[in-house]
């Protein structure tokens, strides 16, 4: 769901790119927050989990229903 709500808001390749940065980052400096790019920053693209929650919960029910 992710990854199809960041193709919807266009920004997918930002993620990818931020994505890679997080994981450089990690490796050079070790398990630490990343100076910009965190849950703190107001620019970040955020999906709410409720969502993702309800979508699968409607999956799970779905398929209990049709077995």
Known sequence: ???GYAVYRGQMWATVR??????RFHAWAGLQ???ELNLDNPTALRMPYGLAIAAGTLYALLLMWWR
């Open 18 to 23: 931020n994505v890679a940065s997080v994981l």
């Open 1 to 3: 769901m992710a990854i």
């Open 33 to 35: 927050a990343h100076p």
